[in-house]
């Protein structure tokens, strides 16, 4: 297979107002990850994505970009970014940017003139309707809720928004737009950015006439032009988030042709543990047989013919330990295993802030919550006649700021994160859960994800293996192959808390390596503790 260095790579995930502050006003900031680079180096880490540290008024924390090629005073300035790049590239360790194209804040100055009037030039950068006020175009609602129609009355239109009503959709048709993305990123691209991140890209060619919001009809002839012109100029990771993507489709976008991205974002498997046709929020257990189906579709479908991202966490989601592990009595056992499942498979995995750590959810009350798609689906759901115990349950198990929380350094004050008040409350287990207590404990999670880190780089079976799934009708354990020439990694996971009976296929009854464990001691081979994984290498 065509060996690109993101291939063998661990990408890990900045959410930089919640990393490190390094003034004390309570956010994190750009020096704050530029002192962390030590830390970041020693987990193994190749590339740094940064959510969003551009200008903006911060509606959705930072998603809403006002100028892209500045960067937000709270973060710091374009100096800080040049000596994040610097500074990393030194230790081996690309800076992946966040883009946001689909749509800007309505404080950037292409907003600013479009609403001016129909004539302004800028107008046509975003997506307008004439009507009538209080009769919107059609349906069609955004994602935090409301409608996805704004009114202007000085206009007499309504531009069209997928997200905040502070974020109005860019419109792509218009090659003015397609060229302003394009110059801005070359700008990006000779700072020295090692790659991006493309959010919800699977966007940018709606139809909202139609009731398109994703996979337009156009989306991959954008996307190939913006490769052609600016990401096939470098030596670049891209990845898209394209939650509608599907098997067939990600074959288009990671093509190994190079024409479009190097990989997409796709959330199948994270969409699981959600009543079907609901919304995030309608809770329903895991479906445990599914999530290995899915997780196989994907491997199976993308081998040799496009590329996989391996990841349980974001900025968006909840903690995968308090999610699908147990994060209590089997926190660092099940956060464990949950890694060596995930980093197993082909794909480049992508490690969220504080899961090396295994750190968990929040149970806040709601004023303590910063989150707006927290906020209004709170609002939403009171004035339908939810029960306010239900509505918690949900932002408990699903809500954003579950992330957001603030890394969690030492078991000093505020957890290390900020000398200050910090702009969102630490989660209360900080005494406990912690980086410096971490490093100081060679059986911690973060020892394991070194170790998976540097497993990678070692074998290439990693990277070029075949998969199999094994025991597919098992209730308990998820276990799979990756095959390359002679050599076989083996992979077996207890995904629950009771203690289960393992019995493989013949062919696994002779000489195996324990690479990775998520317990110290191996115990008899037929037999899985709770949440017992095993990452053994068979060779000839």
């Not at 479009?114 to 997506?127: M, Q, T, W």
């Not at 890694?339 to 929040?362: D, R, S, W």
Request: glycine residues 8%; aromatic residues 12%; contains cysteine.
């Amino acid at each position: 297979m065509d060996r690109k260095w993101w291939k063998q790579a661990v990408i890990y995930q900045i959410y930089p107002k919640s990393f490190q502050d390094s003034n004390g006003d309570g956010i994190g900031d750009l020096q704050g990850i530029i002192s962390r680079l030590d830390y970041l180096e020693k987990l193994g880490a190749d590339a740094l994505w940064l959510s969003p540290v551009y200008c903006s008024p911060q509606d959705d924390n930072g998603y809403d970009i006002s100028d892209y090629q500045d960067i937000d005073p709270m973060f710091g300035n374009l100096e800080d970014m040049e000596e994040l790049i610097e500074k990393a590239g030194k230790r081996g360790i690309r800076i992946i940017m966040d883009l946001v194209l689909n749509h800007t804040s309505d404080e950037h100055p292409w907003f600013k003139e479009a609403i001016k009037s129909k004539e302004n030039p800028y107008h046509d950068y975003y997506v307008w309707r004439d009507g009538v006020e209080g009769i919107v175009p059609n349906g069609l609602r955004a994602a935090f809720g409301g409608p996805a129609w704004q009114w202007v009355p000085e206009l007499g239109q309504y531009y069209f928004h997928q997200f905040s009503v502070k974020q109005p959709d860019l419109n792509w048709e218009n090659p003015k737009v397609r060229r302003e993305i394009r110059d801005m990123i070359l700008w990006w691209m000779e700072k020295g950015a090692g790659g991006f991140r493309l959010d919800v890209i699977d966007c940018v060619a709606k139809d909202p006439d139609r009731l398109i919001t994703a996979d337009g009809p156009m989306l991959h002839d954008f996307i190939q032009e913006l490769s052609r012109e600016t990401f096939q100029k470098g030596d670049l990771v891209t990845v898209g988030e394209a939650w509608s993507a599907n098997p067939e489709n990600a074959l288009l976008y990671s093509s190994p042709d190079g024409r479009e991205l190097s990989m997409v974002f796709q959330f199948e498997h994270i969409c699981l543990d959600q009543k079907r046709g609901g919304e995030k929020w309608d809770l329903a257990p895991l479906p445990f047989l599914e999530l290995k189906r899915v997780l196989s579709t994907w491997q199976e479908a993308l081998f040799c013919k496009g590329w996989n991202s391996l990841f349980w966490n974001n900025h968006d989601l909840p903690r995968i330990v308090s999610r699908w592990g147990n994060d209590k009595e089997y926190r660092v056992e099940s956060a464990k295993m949950l890694a060596i499942l995930l980093h197993g498979m082909q794909g480049t995995p992508y490690i969220y802030q504080g899961e090396e750590l295994g750190m968990t959810n929040v149970r806040y009350d709601m004023e303590d919550y910063r989150d707006i798609e927290i906020l209004n689906m709170y609002r939403e759901r009171i004035g339908a006649g939810y029960k306010e115990e239900d509505i918690m349950e949900s932002v408990y198990a699903k809500g954003r700021d579950n992330a957001r929380t603030p890394m969690q350094w030492t078991k000093g004050r505020e957890a290390g994160f900020t000398e200050g008040s910090p702009w969102i409350k630490v989660n209360p287990n900080y005494k406990e859960i912690n980086a410096e207590a971490a490093l100081a404990d060679e059986t911690s999670v973060f020892y394991l994800y070194q170790k998976l880190i540097e497993l990678r780089k070692t074998y290439d079976v990693f990277a070029d293996g075949k998969y199999r799934l094994l025991l597919p009708e098992d209730p308990d354990i998820f276990a799979y192959t990756r095959t390359r020439k002679e050599t076989v990694l083996l992979v077996i996971c207890n995904f629950y808390g009771n203690t289960v009976r393992l019995q493989l296929p013949e062919e696994f009854d002779r000489e195996k390596k324990l690479l990775a464990s998520s317990y110290r001691d191996e115990g008899p081979a037929d037999v899985l503790k709770p949440y017992e994984a095993r990452m053994y290498l068979i060779r000839p």
